[in-house]
């Protein structure tokens, strides 16, 4: 049988309970002035059995697209990296894990003193494995396993920026029973939060209730997305009500339709 080789990328993963690695935390945040350096560690676990693992740590740039998937680039590329910034141990950059180990690696930032006007930037560091091992899929072929995880990193200025997201469209798909809304993130800081939908009919105030969406931008971002109302089954007028968590009682963006389904 051909033997294939799989790269997985931001994934902690344990195939046949033989091969993996975990990091942690999956995402690291430093705050500091240009000049000032600020350190933080990240731990890195073999959590296979039976096989030593090899690994090496690079990083690289990232970005979300409309959909919150994330693009990945080579270290530099974006004018928001702060790839450049970031120093490891050396004795870091190539090291070995037994069955069971783990290792924390010591990660410093430092904003250079004429840094840019952004006041966020971020990067990612990879943990790749170097040794690819044996092993068989859920259907018995074989295959080389070679795991490859990602800590994304973010720096902010201490300075105090107010975050602002602002929906730009909301619609409902009649045909595919979807709600179509698109915001972006004004701020220049990155902006997590939820989404929070509750549909109403106008005629016999029965309610429907979303599961919030959990969402994660950057600054400038412009997001799509796709809420599902799939129990919506009454023909009749409806009300909209989306809410836009990203913080305090001060940071929601609010959102309403009307339609009629029938």
Same mark, same amino acid.
């Given at each position: 049988?051909?033997? =294939?080789?799989?790269?997985?990328?931001?994934?902690?993963?344990? =195939?046949?309970?033989?091969?993996?690695?975990?990091?942690?935390?999956?995402?690291?945040?430093?705050?500091?002035?240009?000049?000032?350096?600020?350190?933080?560690?990240?731990?890195?676990?073999? #959590?296979?059995?039976? /096989?030593?693992?090899?690994?090496? #740590?690079?990083?690289?740039?990232?970005? $979300?697209?409309? @959909?919150?998937?994330?693009?990945? $680039?080579?270290? &530099?590329?974006?004018?928001?990296?702060?790839?450049?910034?970031?120093?490891?141990?050396?004795?870091?950059?190539?090291?070995?894990?037994?069955?069971?180990?783990?290792?924390?690696?010591? #990660?410093? =930032?430092?904003?250079?003193? /004429?840094? *840019?006007?952004?006041?966020?930037?971020?990067?990612?560091?990879? #943990?790749?494995?170097?040794?690819?091992?044996?092993?068989?899929?859920? @259907?018995?072929? @074989?295959? %080389?396993?070679?795991?490859?995880? &990602?800590?994304?990193?973010?720096?902010?200025?201490?300075?105090?920026?107010?975050? @602002?997201?602002?929906?730009?469209?909301?619609?409902?798909?009649?045909?595919?029973?979807?709600?179509?809304?698109?915001?972006?993130?004004?701020?220049?800081?990155?902006?997590?939060? %939820?989404?929070?939908? *509750?549909?109403?009919?106008?005629?016999?105030?029965? %309610?429907?209730?979303? *599961?919030?969406?959990?969402? $994660?931008?950057?600054?400038?971002? =412009?997001?799509?997305?796709?809420?599902?109302?799939?129990?919506?089954?009454?023909?009749?007028?409806? /009300?909209?009500?989306?809410?836009?968590?990203?913080?305090?009682?001060?940071?929601?963006?609010?959102?309403?339709?009307?339609?009629? $389904?029938?």
């Amino acid at each position: 049988m051909n033997k =294939i080789t799989l790269l997985f990328l931001f994934l902690m993963i344990q =195939i046949s309970a033989q091969t993996g690695i975990s990091v942690s935390p999956p995402r690291v945040y430093f705050e500091s002035a240009a000049g000032s350096s600020t350190t933080q560690k990240i731990t890195v676990t073999n #959590v296979s059995t039976k /096989n030593t693992l090899d690994l090496s #740590v690079s990083l690289g740039d990232w970005d $979300y697209d409309e @959909k919150g998937e994330n693009m990945m $680039y080579a270290a &530099g590329t974006l004018k928001n990296s702060c790839a450049s910034w970031i120093t490891i141990n050396k004795n870091d950059n190539y090291f070995s894990l037994a069955p069971g180990e783990r290792k924390d690696l010591e #990660v410093t =930032i430092t904003p250079p003193a /004429n840094q *840019d006007k952004l006041a966020a930037h971020t990067a990612v560091l990879f #943990v790749s494995q170097m040794n690819p091992v044996d092993d068989v899929d859920n @259907k018995g072929a @074989k295959i %080389k396993v070679s795991i490859r995880s &990602g800590i994304k990193i973010f720096h902010r200025t201490p300075d105090i920026i107010k975050r @602002k997201v602002e929906i730009q469209d909301l619609k409902f798909d009649s045909a595919k029973k979807i709600l179509n809304l698109t915001f972006e993130n004004q701020s220049e800081l990155w902006t997590d939060g %939820k989404i929070i939908t *509750d549909i109403i009919n106008t005629s016999t105030g029965k %309610k429907i209730t979303i *599961d919030p969406i959990i969402f $994660y931008t950057l600054p400038g971002n =412009i997001r799509k997305v796709s809420i599902p109302v799939q129990n919506l089954t009454e023909k009749g007028s409806y /009300n909209v009500s989306v809410m836009i968590d990203y913080g305090d009682n001060e940071t929601l963006e609010m959102g309403e339709l009307n339609f009629n $389904y029938e």
